[in-house]
């Protein structure tokens, strides 16, 4: 149980085109979503935190514009990285903390498989 | 200073041994503490949570921490090779917010 998918799981673009990203919680509902992203050898960066039916909240340094996040419904998070540029190539994954009743504690977070953006 | 600090590795231990990880964090108000275990490519997988000063033991594994010190680790017991992977430490902040350390790469020799 507790399973969280991306799609899709790797993605190739040209520089100047967007780039949708979903994150989807497949047996529980997830009121918070996280996306995060990670360059190779490094740790994951949260981005931003995605409430569903509000804004999401970005952290210090995140383009909001650029990293567009839609959290429209319980189970769907998308992430949509706008005129896509070589330096946003990364390896992208978000999070889904569970609304009730399936988290062992408060504060875990189930982990989608990521998704690998390469822009050329 | 780093919210999470890690030690980068790489942490090399012979199978069978014990492999002991360690992690500092700088928020004295955060609450919870994972070690995720991370296969290279992978996203993240949760091995354990820890809230409580003191130890807690899953398995082969145990957590440790110090709330006044400021300092969580992770011992992993009868270490095998399948355990070869990056662990990352991650604090929840206020606001609900985990923070990740950088991770520390642990190899273990056969």
């Known amino acids: 149980g507790a399973v969280v998918s991306q799609h899709p799981s790797w993605v190739i673009c040209k520089s100047g085109t967007s780039v949708k990203i979903e994150c989807r919680s497949l047996?529980?509902?997830?009121?918070?979503m996280f996306w995060y992203r990670q360059f190779p050898k490094q740790s994951l960066m949260l981005m931003a935190t995605?409430?569903?039916?509000?804004?999401?909240?970005?952290e210090q340094g995140v383009e909001k514009d650029k990293f567009l996040i839609n959290h429209a419904s319980l189970t769907l998070s998308t992430l949509t990285v706008t005129s896509a540029h070589p330096e946003d190539s990364s390896f992208y994954i978000c999070?889904?903390?569970?609304?009730?009743?399936?988290?062992?504690?408060?504060?875990?977070?189930?982990f989608g498989p990521g998704t690998r953006l390469t822009v050329l | 200073q780093k919210e999470v600090e890690q030690n980068s590795g790489p942490l090399s231990v012979p199978e069978g041994a014990i492999a002991s990880l360690n992690c500092t964090y700088s928020d004295r108000g955060s609450q919870s503490f994972f070690w995720y275990r991370q296969y290279s490519g992978k996203s993240p997988e949760l091995i354990m949570f820890?809230?409580?000063?003191g130890d807690k033991e899953d398995g082969r594994f145990t957590a440790q921490l110090n709330k006044a010190s400021q300092y969580v680790s992770l011992l992993i017991r009868d270490s095998q090779p399948s355990d070869s992977a990056t662990y990352l430490c991650?604090?929840?902040?206020?606001?609900?917010?985990?923070?990740f350390g950088s991770g520390t790469r642990l190899s273990i020799r056969p």
């Open positions: 047996d529980f509902q997830a009121t918070t």
């Open positions: 820890i809230y409580s000063n």
């Open positions: 995605s409430n569903e039916g509000s804004k999401a909240t970005y």
């Open positions: 991650a604090v929840n902040q206020r606001a609900s917010k985990i923070i």
């Open positions: 999070s889904a903390r569970p609304t009730s009743g399936r988290a062992k504690s408060y504060n875990e977070q189930f």
